[in-house]
C-alpha cells in the first residue's frame, strides 16, 4: 500500500475530505486512492431536522421539542403544538 502523497492530500482537502478521513478509507477501509479523494464525505443527518425546524417556527425550543419526544409524542405534535401558557393548568383550581 503506497503512502500518500502531498498531492493526493491537497487534492483530498479541495473536495472537502479532511486528512484522517483519507487515510482512514485508505489504509483501513481499503479504497483505492482515486476513490477515497472523489467520494464526498456524508454529512450526518438528523431523522428530527424538518420537523425541529418545524418547531422553531411554531416557536417551540428544541429542548421542549426533544423532551416531548422523548416522552412519546409524535415528531408532528411535538413540532406544532402550542405551549400551555403557564399556570393554566394548575391542579385544584
Known amino acids: 500500500m503506497p503512502l500518500l502523497t502531498k498531492h493526493e492530500i491537497e487534492q483530498a482537502e ?10 482512514t478509507r485508505v489504509y483501513s477501509n ?6 477515497a479523494i472523489a467520494k464526498p464525505v456524508k454529512k450526518n443527518f438528523s ?7 418545524l418547531a422553531t417556527q411554531n416557536k417551540i425550543s428544541s429542548s421542549v421539542f426533544y423532551n416531548r419526544i422523548n416522552r412519546g409524542w409524535t415528531a408532528e405534535d411535538a413540532a406544532t403544538v402550542s405551549l400551555v401558557p403557564q399556570g393554566q393548568y394548575r391542579r385544584g383550581r
Open 30 to 35: 481499503g479504497q483505492d486512492v482515486e476513490e
Open 47 to 53: 431523522p428530527w431536522a424538518y420537523y425541529k425546524d
Open 14 to 23: 479541495k473536495n472537502g475530505i479532511g486528512y484522517h478521513t483519507l487515510a
